[in-house]
């Protein structure tokens, strides 16, 4: 076997050659990034995942080069991209040496599914390579699945075709129960997070704390990474792409998203930059770019990235695209300016009016009604910037009852109700603490039930006593601790 010595890299930058961590070269390639799932529905669901060179990130590799404020405002305009490596990556060192790093590598990957209470209901896909033209990761759309039941996900990886060498993960997901069936359904909803403000080493403490809570899924209402913040300004996408994969290779991150039903949407940073719209740029990487990078590439890919989804009798959801169809946040308000556009709109509108869900939650990236800064602010439905089509949603959601908003980008926890309306809004706040901020803890206005200037995450309940439905949300510190609840009877 061969191997290659381990070398602890407490490398800085004047270091003459780094070795990366140990590699067992028999058993490549590895999963460092685990296995995610998406839009999983009563008979579908999306997996993805990657292989990569070594079994974990680089932990001893070396901080990102810092940059002034005026270099990054400067490199944000340039599309050189061996001019933007290089200023932030010391000359010596390549971009598998720095902090976090996972790279990826070729091979083949082979996937076996089946449900956890009938394992010999198994099916086994063919063999597949990996797709280096998109960062070493293969997708499959796996149907005809049975509703309510978890599957066990299965998977090996080989370098080549007879390779003596082989790895393998397991995951699992849970499918949504049919639109009649009355059961208890348990989801959370978080947003913001990045590598650099985690609060433990091996990740952020909200996924061990929800997966305490049981959860039968989760929403991830985007902010998943920040490309335009430091260690690195992902101004190239070899610089975005080394995001993703250092902070799916956290194991906490890596753990709950392997195991857990998810359905993920993008925001601004993680799309671009922040309050992207068409047209921008960052560095080297266009709008749309931007966009395939998330959707077709790095997430578990739909060929609509908006949905909605019943989790049986009493519980629909539905999942918004906010970035995709958005006007230029520069343009003028008015009817032809908007964030979800005219197709995304109705079919909100119709699916809603068609529903027979006991409770209806949709889930917005970005607020609807909030409060949210009033300076500086042009983004989101509660800004100025799009009052007009944030109108038409805040006035045909109040015609509707047992209807509630949830969202996530802003970085505290709230809970906003207009009085007198049926015009409820919960946002998540930010994954950590140190990621929280934005809003001054003293400023609560009318419209604010609950305030909270710290981290965590809120869950959603559907609970049943006597046969009679309830919908509960809780906010939840870091930890997971209860620090605010609202529950509302059908
Ligand atoms: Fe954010």
């Not at 799932?37 to 079994?55: C, E, F, M, Y």
Request: hydrophobic share 30%; with cysteine; aromatic share 12%.
């Amino acid at each position: 076997m061969k191997r290659r010595k381990f070398i602890k890299n407490t490398a800085v930058a004047s270091t003459a050659m780094v070795l990366p961590p140990f590699i067992d070269t028999e058993r490549v390639p590895y999963f460092g990034n685990g296995v995610h799932n998406g839009w999983a529905d009563q008979d579908s669901v999306a997996i993805w995942t990657r292989l990569t060179k070594n079994p974990e990130l680089n932990a001893q590799g070396v901080p990102f080069i810092e940059l002034t404020k005026e270099q990054q405002k400067s490199f944000a305009d340039l599309s050189d991209v061996s001019i933007l490596e290089k200023s932030q990556i010391p000359s010596n060192l390549r971009l598998e040496d720095m902090e976090g790093a996972c790279p990826g590598t070729t091979g083949q990957v082979q996937l076996s599914y089946y449900p956890e209470n009938d394992p010999a209901d198994r099916h086994t896909l063919e063999w597949a390579d990996v797709d280096a033209s998109k960062n070493y990761t293969r997708q499959w759309k796996l149907t005809g699945l049975l509703p309510d039941t978890r599957y066990i996900l299965e998977l090996k990886s080989r370098k080549t075709k007879g390779a003596k060498g082989q790895n393998s993960i397991r995951g699992a997901f849970l499918t949504p129960p049919e639109a009649t069936r009355p059961k208890d359904v348990s989801f959370a909803v978080v947003s913001c997070h990045d590598f650099n403000r985690r609060d433990h080493e091996d990740g952020h403490r909200i996924y061990p704390a929800m997966k305490r809570d049981n959860l039968d899924f989760l929403v991830h209402t985007g902010d998943i990474e920040y490309y335009d913040k430091r260690n690195p300004y992902a101004f190239t996408e070899r610089l975005m792409r080394f995001k993703w994969d250092r902070i799916f290779a956290l194991p906490y991150q890596r753990d709950f998203y392997s195991n857990t039903t998810c359905y993920f949407m993008k925001d601004d940073h993680d799309t671009l930059k922040d309050d992207a719209y068409p047209g921008t740029r960052y560095g080297a990487v266009s709008f749309d770019r931007g966009i395939e990078i998330f959707d077709k590439e790095q997430f578990p890919s739909n060929p609509k990235t908006y949905k909605t989804v019943r989790w049986g009798k009493d519980l629909q959801i539905w999942l918004l695209e906010g970035r995709n169809y958005r006007s230029k946040n520069t343009d003028p308000d008015g009817p032809d300016k908007h964030i979800l556009g005219k197709e995304q709109r109705e079919w909100l509108f119709k699916t809603i009016d068609s529903s027979d869900a006991t409770f209806k939650v949709l889930i917005s990236a970005s607020p609807i009604i909030g409060p949210d800064r009033p300076k500086g602010k042009n983004d989101n439905h509660s800004n100025k910037a799009y009052q007009y089509e944030g109108d038409i949603i805040r006035e045909f959601v109040n015609r509707h009852d047992n209807i509630y908003m949830c969202n996530g980008d802003r970085h505290w926890q709230y809970v906003s109700h207009i009085k007198d309306s049926n015009l409820w809004e919960f946002c998540s706040g930010a994954g950590s603490d140190s990621h929280a901020g934005g809003w001054n803890q003293d400023n609560v206005r009318p419209e604010h039930r609950f305030l909270r200037v710290k981290g965590g995450y809120l869950t959603v309940d559907v609970m049943h006593t006597d046969s009679k439905p309830q919908l509960v949300f809780k906010h939840r510190d870091v930890d997971g601790k209860v620090v605010h609840e609202e529950a509302f009877a059908s």
